[in-house]
Protein backbone atom coordinates (compact mmCIF):
# COMPACT_ATOMS: atom_id res chain seq x y z
CA UNK A 1 0.00 0.00 0.00
CA UNK A 2 2.89 2.47 1.12
CA UNK A 3 4.60 1.59 -1.92
CA UNK A 4 1.45 2.77 -4.04
CA UNK A 5 0.99 5.59 -2.89
CA UNK A 6 4.47 6.52 -3.02
CA UNK A 7 4.49 5.94 -6.63
CA UNK A 8 1.54 8.30 -7.45
CA UNK A 9 3.09 11.03 -5.63
CA UNK A 10 6.10 10.73 -7.70
CA UNK A 11 3.81 10.39 -10.55
CA UNK A 12 2.50 13.63 -9.69
CA UNK A 13 -0.98 14.67 -10.81
CA UNK A 14 -2.29 13.76 -14.35
CA UNK A 15 -1.44 16.51 -17.27
CA UNK A 16 -4.41 17.82 -19.01
CA UNK A 17 -4.23 19.65 -22.57
CA UNK A 18 -6.32 22.62 -23.32
CA UNK A 19 -8.72 20.18 -25.71
CA UNK A 20 -9.60 18.36 -22.65
CA UNK A 21 -11.02 21.52 -20.59
CA UNK A 22 -13.64 21.76 -23.35
CA UNK A 23 -17.12 20.37 -22.83
CA UNK A 24 -18.31 17.71 -25.16
CA UNK A 25 -20.79 20.09 -26.45
CA UNK A 26 -18.00 22.65 -26.99
CA UNK A 27 -15.95 19.89 -29.00
CA UNK A 28 -19.07 19.11 -31.15
CA UNK A 29 -18.97 22.73 -32.47
CA UNK A 30 -15.63 22.77 -32.90
CA UNK A 31 -15.71 19.77 -35.03
CA UNK A 32 -18.67 20.99 -36.95
CA UNK A 33 -17.36 24.54 -37.93
CA UNK A 34 -13.78 22.65 -38.67
CA UNK A 35 -15.42 20.26 -41.16
CA UNK A 36 -17.78 23.58 -42.18
CA UNK A 37 -14.77 25.53 -42.75
CA UNK A 38 -13.72 24.51 -46.51
CA UNK A 39 -17.53 24.49 -47.89
CA UNK A 40 -17.96 28.35 -46.32
CA UNK A 41 -14.29 29.46 -48.10
CA UNK A 42 -15.21 27.81 -51.12
CA UNK A 43 -18.99 28.91 -51.47
CA UNK A 44 -17.44 32.75 -50.00
CA UNK A 45 -15.34 32.46 -52.98
CA UNK A 46 -17.29 31.74 -55.95
CA UNK A 47 -20.44 33.69 -54.51
CA UNK A 48 -19.62 36.50 -52.59
CA UNK A 49 -16.39 37.61 -54.13
CA UNK A 50 -17.62 37.84 -57.50
CA UNK A 51 -20.32 39.50 -55.86
CA UNK A 52 -18.52 42.74 -54.59
CA UNK A 53 -16.41 42.55 -57.61
CA UNK A 54 -19.84 43.15 -60.02
CA UNK A 55 -20.21 46.23 -57.61
CA UNK A 56 -16.73 47.70 -58.20
CA UNK A 57 -17.09 46.99 -61.81
CA UNK A 58 -20.20 48.95 -61.96
CA UNK A 59 -18.26 52.41 -61.04
CA UNK A 60 -15.78 51.81 -63.61
CA UNK A 61 -15.58 51.82 -67.42
CA UNK A 62 -14.68 48.28 -68.69
CA UNK A 63 -14.48 47.02 -72.12
CA UNK A 64 -12.07 44.00 -71.96
CA UNK A 65 -9.37 45.94 -73.48
CA UNK A 66 -7.85 48.47 -71.37
CA UNK A 67 -7.80 48.86 -67.34
CA UNK A 68 -11.00 49.56 -65.72
CA UNK A 69 -11.80 53.16 -65.30
CA UNK A 70 -12.99 54.74 -62.14
CA UNK A 71 -16.20 56.58 -63.46
CA UNK A 72 -18.22 57.00 -59.95
CA UNK A 73 -22.14 56.59 -60.71
CA UNK A 74 -21.88 57.86 -64.13
CA UNK A 75 -23.41 54.15 -65.29
CA UNK A 76 -26.45 54.78 -63.08
CA UNK A 77 -26.77 57.87 -64.24
CA UNK A 78 -26.67 56.68 -67.80
CA UNK A 79 -28.65 53.97 -67.28
CA UNK A 80 -32.17 55.86 -65.89
CA UNK A 81 -31.78 58.12 -68.86
CA UNK A 82 -31.66 55.28 -70.84
CA UNK A 83 -35.47 55.35 -72.53
CA UNK A 84 -34.42 51.52 -73.19
CA UNK A 85 -33.81 50.32 -69.60
CA UNK A 86 -37.17 51.32 -68.74
CA UNK A 87 -38.48 49.72 -71.51
CA UNK A 88 -36.88 46.79 -70.32
CA UNK A 89 -37.36 46.92 -66.75
CA UNK A 90 -41.28 47.25 -67.50
CA UNK A 91 -41.43 44.25 -69.57
CA UNK A 92 -39.12 42.37 -66.31
CA UNK A 93 -41.93 43.33 -63.93
CA UNK A 94 -44.83 42.63 -66.48
CA UNK A 95 -43.50 38.62 -66.93
CA UNK A 96 -43.36 38.89 -62.76
CA UNK A 97 -46.99 40.22 -62.00
CA UNK A 98 -48.34 38.03 -64.88
CA UNK A 99 -46.55 34.82 -65.09
CA UNK A 100 -46.11 34.10 -61.16
CA UNK A 101 -49.48 34.56 -60.21
CA UNK A 102 -51.11 32.74 -63.45
CA UNK A 103 -48.17 30.09 -62.92
CA UNK A 104 -49.59 29.20 -59.16
CA UNK A 105 -53.60 29.27 -59.72
CA UNK A 106 -53.34 26.68 -62.54
CA UNK A 107 -50.66 24.48 -60.95
CA UNK A 108 -52.58 24.89 -57.66
CA UNK A 109 -55.74 23.96 -59.57
CA UNK A 110 -54.13 20.73 -61.57
CA UNK A 111 -52.55 19.45 -58.34
CA UNK A 112 -55.80 19.74 -56.17
CA UNK A 113 -57.81 17.51 -59.01
CA UNK A 114 -54.88 15.54 -59.52
CA UNK A 115 -54.23 14.50 -56.03
CA UNK A 116 -57.87 13.02 -56.01
CA UNK A 117 -57.34 11.01 -59.38
CA UNK A 118 -56.21 7.30 -58.84
CA UNK A 119 -56.20 5.68 -61.84
CA UNK A 120 -52.61 6.59 -63.89
CA UNK A 121 -51.99 9.33 -61.30
CA UNK A 122 -48.14 8.52 -61.90
CA UNK A 123 -48.34 8.52 -65.16
CA UNK A 124 -50.45 11.87 -65.45
CA UNK A 125 -48.09 13.28 -62.93
CA UNK A 126 -44.66 12.43 -65.45
CA UNK A 127 -46.64 14.07 -68.51
CA UNK A 128 -47.36 17.22 -66.24
CA UNK A 129 -43.24 17.38 -65.24
CA UNK A 130 -41.77 16.39 -68.23
CA UNK A 131 -41.81 19.93 -69.87
CA UNK A 132 -39.58 21.14 -66.73
CA UNK A 133 -36.94 18.18 -67.90
CA UNK A 134 -36.76 20.27 -71.52
CA UNK A 135 -34.05 22.18 -72.24
CA UNK A 136 -35.17 25.56 -72.67
CA UNK A 137 -33.40 26.15 -76.13
CA UNK A 138 -35.34 22.74 -77.24
CA UNK A 139 -38.74 24.12 -75.99
CA UNK A 140 -38.41 27.63 -77.47
CA UNK A 141 -37.74 26.57 -80.56
CA UNK A 142 -40.66 24.21 -81.05
CA UNK A 143 -42.88 26.83 -79.60
CA UNK A 144 -41.27 28.91 -82.29
CA UNK A 145 -42.13 27.01 -84.60
CA UNK A 146 -46.22 26.61 -83.43
CA UNK A 147 -46.18 30.55 -83.83
CA UNK A 148 -44.84 30.41 -87.69
CA UNK A 149 -48.07 31.63 -89.75
CA UNK A 150 -49.18 29.57 -92.35
CA UNK A 151 -48.55 26.57 -93.59
CA UNK A 152 -45.53 26.44 -90.96
CA UNK A 153 -47.19 27.00 -87.68
CA UNK A 154 -49.62 24.53 -85.90
CA UNK A 155 -51.11 27.41 -84.24
CA UNK A 156 -52.39 29.38 -87.00
CA UNK A 157 -52.72 26.35 -88.82
CA UNK A 158 -55.54 25.10 -86.32
CA UNK A 159 -56.79 28.82 -86.52
CA UNK A 160 -57.19 28.58 -90.36
CA UNK A 161 -59.20 25.27 -90.46
CA UNK A 162 -62.15 26.90 -88.73
CA UNK A 163 -61.98 29.80 -90.68
CA UNK A 164 -60.64 32.34 -87.78
CA UNK A 165 -57.96 35.43 -88.22
CA UNK A 166 -54.15 34.40 -87.80
CA UNK A 167 -52.22 35.62 -85.20
CA UNK A 168 -49.20 37.81 -85.34
CA UNK A 169 -47.82 35.98 -82.03
CA UNK A 170 -44.06 36.83 -81.61
CA UNK A 171 -44.37 39.42 -84.92
CA UNK A 172 -46.44 42.11 -82.83
CA UNK A 173 -45.14 44.17 -79.84
CA UNK A 174 -48.79 43.79 -79.09
CA UNK A 175 -48.51 39.79 -78.69
CA UNK A 176 -45.19 39.02 -78.26
CA UNK A 177 -44.58 39.44 -74.48
CA UNK A 178 -47.77 37.16 -73.82
CA UNK A 179 -46.82 34.47 -76.56
CA UNK A 180 -43.51 34.27 -74.79
CA UNK A 181 -45.42 34.19 -71.75
CA UNK A 182 -47.40 30.80 -72.26
CA UNK A 183 -44.47 28.52 -73.07
CA UNK A 184 -42.59 29.69 -69.85
CA UNK A 185 -45.58 29.23 -67.83
CA UNK A 186 -46.20 26.19 -69.14
CA UNK A 187 -42.48 24.85 -68.30
CA UNK A 188 -42.27 25.55 -64.55
CA UNK A 189 -46.03 24.00 -64.58
CA UNK A 190 -45.10 20.58 -63.44
CA UNK A 191 -42.44 21.67 -60.83
CA UNK A 192 -44.83 23.55 -59.38
CA UNK A 193 -47.67 20.84 -59.57
CA UNK A 194 -45.38 18.34 -58.18
CA UNK A 195 -44.24 20.84 -54.93
CA UNK A 196 -48.53 21.51 -54.18
CA UNK A 197 -49.13 17.83 -54.25
CA UNK A 198 -46.21 17.12 -51.60
CA UNK A 199 -48.00 19.90 -49.47
CA UNK A 200 -51.66 18.49 -49.95
CA UNK A 201 -50.41 15.18 -48.87
CA UNK A 202 -48.27 16.48 -45.93
CA UNK A 203 -51.66 17.75 -44.26
CA UNK A 204 -53.06 15.60 -41.66
CA UNK A 205 -56.04 13.34 -43.05
CA UNK A 206 -57.50 13.50 -39.42
CA UNK A 207 -58.08 17.57 -40.33
CA UNK A 208 -60.71 16.78 -42.93
CA UNK A 209 -62.35 14.17 -41.21
CA UNK A 210 -62.82 16.12 -38.21
CA UNK A 211 -63.91 19.14 -40.05
CA UNK A 212 -66.77 16.69 -41.94
CA UNK A 213 -67.73 15.24 -38.39
CA UNK A 214 -68.19 19.00 -37.68
CA UNK A 215 -70.69 19.12 -40.50
CA UNK A 216 -68.30 21.76 -42.66
CA UNK A 217 -68.67 21.49 -46.32
CA UNK A 218 -66.17 21.46 -48.79
CA UNK A 219 -65.55 25.17 -49.62
CA UNK A 220 -65.05 25.69 -45.87
CA UNK A 221 -62.44 23.21 -45.59
CA UNK A 222 -60.66 24.55 -48.33
CA UNK A 223 -60.82 27.84 -47.27
CA UNK A 224 -60.13 26.94 -43.58
CA UNK A 225 -57.77 24.07 -43.44
CA UNK A 226 -56.21 23.47 -46.94
CA UNK A 227 -55.13 27.05 -48.07
CA UNK A 228 -53.78 27.62 -44.36
CA UNK A 229 -51.85 24.73 -43.99
CA UNK A 230 -50.58 24.85 -47.76
CA UNK A 231 -48.68 28.63 -46.50
CA UNK A 232 -45.37 27.15 -46.34
CA UNK A 233 -45.60 25.44 -50.03
CA UNK A 234 -47.28 28.84 -51.17
CA UNK A 235 -44.38 30.95 -49.75
CA UNK A 236 -41.74 28.95 -51.31
CA UNK A 237 -43.37 28.61 -55.06
CA UNK A 238 -44.01 32.05 -54.68
CA UNK A 239 -40.02 33.40 -53.90
CA UNK A 240 -38.89 30.40 -56.23
CA UNK A 241 -41.79 31.67 -59.50
CA UNK A 242 -40.59 35.19 -59.20
CA UNK A 243 -36.98 34.74 -59.06
CA UNK A 244 -37.37 32.88 -62.59
CA UNK A 245 -39.64 35.41 -64.17
CA UNK A 246 -37.62 38.34 -62.74
CA UNK A 247 -34.64 36.19 -64.68
CA UNK A 248 -35.84 34.95 -67.53
CA UNK A 249 -33.98 34.51 -70.48
CA UNK A 250 -33.75 31.06 -72.22
CA UNK A 251 -37.64 31.57 -73.72
CA UNK A 252 -37.10 35.27 -75.22
CA UNK A 253 -33.60 34.71 -76.88
CA UNK A 254 -34.29 31.20 -78.56
CA UNK A 255 -38.04 32.63 -79.48
CA UNK A 256 -36.80 35.83 -80.74
CA UNK A 257 -33.26 35.12 -81.77
CA UNK A 258 -33.65 37.07 -85.09
CA UNK A 259 -33.86 40.24 -83.28
CA UNK A 260 -33.54 39.39 -79.62
CA UNK A 261 -35.75 40.86 -77.14
CA UNK A 262 -37.75 42.17 -80.06
CA UNK A 263 -39.85 43.00 -82.09
CA UNK A 264 -39.05 46.82 -80.77
CA UNK A 265 -37.99 45.65 -77.53
CA UNK A 266 -41.25 44.62 -76.19
CA UNK A 267 -39.68 41.18 -75.01
CA UNK A 268 -36.36 41.84 -73.45
CA UNK A 269 -36.04 41.22 -70.21
CA UNK A 270 -33.23 42.28 -67.78
CA UNK A 271 -31.16 39.67 -67.69
CA UNK A 272 -31.08 39.50 -71.82
CA UNK A 273 -30.55 43.09 -71.96
CA UNK A 274 -27.09 43.06 -68.93
CA UNK A 275 -26.22 39.92 -71.74
CA UNK A 276 -26.59 42.16 -74.62
CA UNK A 277 -24.83 44.97 -72.99
CA UNK A 278 -21.41 42.62 -71.82
CA UNK A 279 -21.07 40.73 -74.74
CA UNK A 280 -22.60 42.34 -77.72
CA UNK A 281 -21.08 46.07 -76.82
CA UNK A 282 -18.53 45.25 -74.24
CA UNK A 283 -19.27 47.86 -71.91
CA UNK A 284 -18.44 45.53 -68.70
CA UNK A 285 -18.94 48.75 -66.47
CA UNK A 286 -22.71 49.19 -67.88
CA UNK A 287 -23.52 45.75 -67.21
CA UNK A 288 -22.16 45.60 -64.39
CA UNK A 289 -24.42 48.47 -62.94
CA UNK A 290 -27.07 46.36 -65.02
CA UNK A 291 -26.75 43.33 -62.80
CA UNK A 292 -26.61 45.19 -59.42
CA UNK A 293 -30.10 46.69 -60.02
CA UNK A 294 -31.18 42.85 -60.80
CA UNK A 295 -29.77 41.85 -58.06
CA UNK A 296 -31.40 44.83 -56.14
CA UNK A 297 -34.95 43.88 -57.47
CA UNK A 298 -34.44 40.01 -57.02
CA UNK A 299 -33.78 40.98 -53.03
CA UNK A 300 -36.13 43.28 -52.69
CA UNK A 301 -39.18 41.58 -54.60
CA UNK A 302 -38.05 38.13 -52.39
CA UNK A 303 -37.91 39.86 -48.91
CA UNK A 304 -41.34 41.81 -49.79
CA UNK A 305 -43.06 38.19 -50.28
CA UNK A 306 -41.67 36.39 -47.52
CA UNK A 307 -42.71 39.59 -44.87
CA UNK A 308 -46.50 39.94 -46.60
CA UNK A 309 -46.91 36.62 -46.45
CA UNK A 310 -45.31 35.22 -43.10
CA UNK A 311 -47.63 38.26 -41.64
CA UNK A 312 -50.79 36.87 -42.97
Given at each position: ??????????A????????????????????????????????????????????????????????????????????????V???V?????????????????????????????????????????L??????????????????????????????V???????????????????L???I??????????????????????????R???????????????????????????????????????????????????????????????????S????????????????????????????????
Amino acid sequence: MSIASDSIKRAGPERTTVWDRFSIRTKRVIWAWTFLALPILFYGGIRFYPTFQAFWLSLTDWDLMRPAKFVGLANYQAMLADPVFWKVFQNTFAYLIIGTPLSLVISFAIAYYLDRVRFMHGFIRALYFLPFLTTAAAMGWVWRWFYQPVPIGVLNGFLSVFGLPQQTFLRSPDTALTSILMPAIWAGLGFQVIIFIAGLRAIPSTFYEAARIDGLGEWAIFRKITLPLLKPTTIFLVVFSSIGFLRIFDQVYNMTTNDPGGPLNSTKPLVLMIYQTAFSSYKMGYAAAQTVVLFTILLVVSLMQLWVLRKR
